[in-house]
Nanobody, 122 residues
Framework: QVQLVESGGGLVQAGGSLRLSCAAS????????MGWFRQAPGKEREFVAT????????FYADSLKGRFTISRDNAKNTVYLQMNSLNSGDTAVYYC???????????????WGQGTQVTVSS
């Protein structure tokens, strides 16, 4: 069982940056791929980025490459999402998730956090 708690969301002006964190419980954090997903009002949850268990592989949604960076610190059981050059289209609830496979598919992730709201004002 893995419990995930996101933090770092908030209100930011367009062009600004935020860093989200996701703290995980358990002693097997490094065995999980970690993903970030987001859900905007009235839209389906969508893939943002994922990172392999040892941090050596990363994959991003095409539309977010170059602005978002995923990283992890296995000693701290934490995964991060650095978001730069934010715009109103990035407004959403952001979720972290843990899964056994390094994939972008939402259904492949077994554990989910409660989400953290990111609001970008224009």
């Amino acid at each position: 069982q893995v419990q995930l708690v996101e933090s770092g969301g908030g209100l930011v002006q367009a062009g600004g940056s935020l860093r989200l964190s996701c703290a995980a419980s358990g002693r097997t954090f490094s065995s999980y791929a970690m993903g970030w997903f987001r859900q905007a009002p009235g839209k389906e949850r969508e893939f943002v980025a994922t990172i392999s268990g040892n941090g050596g592989s990363k994959f991003y949604a095409d539309s977010l490459k170059g602005r978002f960076t995923i990283s992890r610190d296995n000693a701290k059981n934490t995964v991060y999402l650095q978001m730069n050059s934010l715009n109103s289209g990035d407004t959403a609830v952001y979720y972290c998730a843990a899964g056994r496979h390094f994939v972008a598919t939402l259904d492949s992730y077994d554990y989910w956090g409660q989400g953290t709201q990111v609001t970008v004002s224009s």
